[in-house]
């Protein structure tokens, strides 16, 4: 590894010719002069494009701040643990190939890392969404969190609170001492990635800046309701995952921090029930459903009874067609 730096901004790069140019372009003008306290590490994950020789051309043009990182296809997951392995900064930004970064939120971002006095075990951040297809761009705020001091666990984690994948940077330690692995060949692991740290996280800061742009409105996303369906396995396998998860540390971590995990795992659940209740064929996406509550209820029972409201709901009415419809009577009261 080369000498520690600040920031490691860890980039998973799965056919992405047609978004490098944006991403690198953003990250470059970011970093600016502090080419000596970040990285960025394009980990290519045996792409079928052009990404491999496009990202070469930036590690031959920035040497010492870009590295390309070869390896066979794993999937999202894979890019992420092996950039964690890899990383040489005190802090971890993960950023998707397809999104890119605000420029001058970023150059401040890696300032306030470097200026902590008591170094941070993660950062919260505003983030933008930027709908492709009409042009919108909405910020994501966390403003009601204090950002001029160290935040406690209690102050930050609230159920009624999730931060996203796009929201959060780690202290590189923490993620390697509590053993981050995601599920590799596998969409759908960015919970992981936020909620599997939590656990061990005793310090956080907040910092009020936009500064991941990520990209919505694709239909080639893994969040389209086209994919959730499509991939519904890979997202039973990590909600399992995550119930697990939860059940193997609750009593090793704060009431908070479990109030927290458990609430942000239903909500996965809920996203399944959601694209399964839209399946053409409703008798099989009622048995998948019915089949998921058993496999949940083994993993744990605590989890089993977390589900959302909605979810309860529809299993009482043993996923019929009635008890199906109930979340479209909700998101209509709702609109």
Request: proline letters at 4%; charged letters at 25%.
């Amino acid at each position: 590894m080369s000498q520690m730096k600040i920031l490691s901004v860890v980039v998973p790069a799965y056919n992405i010719a047609k978004y490098i140019d944006r991403l690198m372009d953003s990250l470059i003008r970011g970093t600016g002069n502090q080419t000596d306290q970040v990285e960025i590490l394009l980990v290519n994950d045996g792409s079928k494009d052009e990404t491999p020789a496009l990202a070469r051309r930036y590690e031959e043009k920035f040497p010492g701040c870009v590295r390309l990182i070869d390896k066979e296809n794993g999937g999202h997951g894979s890019t992420i643990n092996r950039g964690i392995r890899e990383a040489s900064g005190a802090y971890i930004r993960a950023l998707d190939g397809d999104d890119w970064v605000n420029p001058e939120a970023f150059s401040a971002l890696v300032g306030f890392l470097a200026s902590q006095d008591v170094p941070s075990d993660m950062i919260i951040c505003d983030y933008n969404t930027v709908n492709e297809k009409t042009g919108e761009i909405r910020r994501i705020s966390y403003e009601t969190l204090p950002a001029d001091r160290l935040l406690k666990p209690v102050e930050v984690l609230d159920p009624k609170v999730m931060y996203p994948y796009h929201s959060v940077v780690y202290r590189t330690e923490l993620l390697r001492d509590c053993g981050l692995e995601l599920d590799e060949h596998c969409f759908y692991v960015d919970t992981e990635y936020v909620l599997f740290p939590i656990p061990y996280v005793q310090s956080f800061r907040y910092f009020p800046q936009p500064v991941y742009q990520y990209r919505i409105g694709g239909e080639d996303q893994s969040v389209s309701r086209a994919s959730y369906i499509r991939n519904r396995k890979q997202l039973k396998r990590v909600l399992l995952h995550l119930c697990q998860f939860a059940e193997k540390e609750k009593n090793k971590m704060s009431p908070e921090a479990y109030r927290y995990i458990t609430n942000s795992v239903s909500w996965v659940h809920y996203t399944l029930f959601e694209a399964l209740r839209i399946m053409d064929d409703h008798r099989q996406a009622a048995a998948e459903l019915r089949g998921m509550d058993h496999s949940i209820f083994a993993v744990s029972k605590d989890m089993y009874r977390r589900a959302r409201p909605v979810v309860k709901a529809a299993r009482l009415l043993g996923y019929s067609r009635l008890g199906m419809g109930i979340s479209d009577l909700r998101n209509r009261f709702l609109r």
